[in-house]
């Protein structure tokens, strides 16, 4: 006998910031994730930068009363936004706090009061371009003789998640490429020649692939069997994949039940691991023990 489920819990959360507000967005639904059945209302004021603005964003914080989160930094917005909240008698928290204070602490530095400051148009944001540039110009086995130029190089089977794994490696400002792995076809030979790129398999379950790959052909309202869908066939192209890998020394990554984000992290380990040994030959030391892996 099941229990009842749960009923969720609605909950207004107010992201104010000076800025795109995209971390304090990050922030909140990472945090918000934490709780079962709890779904928050999410209101978002970017770039609030007057008084004018500041008192708008109070007004609708009153008509839907709730909890707020701010990356506020001009001392005299922050301090008015507080005192509304106290006024209001809602919670109202810094989100960056804790972390730019201990911070501050460990590296006896003054804080910045530059509004906006991790969206300066700097060598890292034309790096992030660059390399989403590059993940769309080497997507799907394209350009394959410029694959030395790529830092890594995701192979693998139909619907293994390896384009939207490159373009959110390129937003950390890493150049990946990839590659399909096609039946009755040959990867292109200079994959297996490249020095500069770790090369990384992606894998998944036949079961996954499988409904995968059916609800990709409904959704383009073609209904025919094929061996694309073909449950040994499928079978057989995961087989074949894996001994590629296996024979080419490819470390992989089982995407099965992992998040494009959960793969992403588990590649930039694995670059992270390339980079310590490439380093360590260098300088003539041992690689150390905390490299990262993709189990």
């Not at 001009?74 to 005192?83: N, P, V, W």
């Not at 960056?96 to 700097?122: E, F, I």
Request: glycine letters at 6%; charged letters at 25%.
């Amino acid at each position: 006998m099941t229990g009842a489920p749960r009923i969720s819990t609605y909950f207004h959360v107010h992201l104010v910031s000076d800025s795109t507000g995209e971390t304090l967005n990050a922030m909140a639904k990472a945090v918000c994730a934490r709780f079962e059945a709890v779904l928050p209302i999410e209101h978002i004021y970017a770039l609030v930068r007057s008084q004018r603005q500041l008192d708008r964003v109070l007004k609708e914080i009153e008509g839907a009363p709730g909890v707020v989160l701010h990356t506020i930094v001009d001392k005299e917005l922050r301090a008015a936004l507080e005192q509304g909240c106290r006024d209001l008698e809602m919670p109202c928290i810094a989100a960056l706090d804790p972390l730019v204070t201990s911070l501050s602490r460990y590296l006896g530095a003054s804080l910045t009061t530059k509004v906006g400051v991790q969206h300066t148009l700097d060598a890292d944001y034309f790096q992030r371009i660059d390399a989403l540039d590059y993940a769309m110009a080497h997507d799907d086995g394209q350009q394959a003789p410029n694959l030395e130029t790529a830092d890594v190089v995701l192979v693998g089977v139909s619907r293994t998640s390896k384009t939207p794994t490159c373009i959110y490696l390129a937003q950390r400002g890493i150049r990946a490429a990839n590659v399909p792995l096609v039946p009755g076809a040959e990867p292109p030979a200079k994959l297996f020649n490249l020095t500069r790129p770790i090369v990384v398999g992606l894998t998944v379950s036949p079961d996954r692939l499988v409904s995968i790959r059916r609800n990709r052909l409904l959704n383009l309202n073609e209904r025919r069997e094929s061996s694309y869908v073909e449950n040994d066939a499928v079978r057989d192209e995961i087989i074949r994949a894996r001994k590629l890998f296996e024979k080419h020394r490819w470390p992989m990554i089982d995407v099965t039940r992992r998040s494009i984000e959960e793969t992403a992290a588990a590649v930039v380990n694995l670059l992270n691991e390339a980079r310590n040994q490439r380093l360590a030959q260098v300088v003539g030391a041992p690689p150390g023990d905390d490299q990262g892996s993709a189990a």
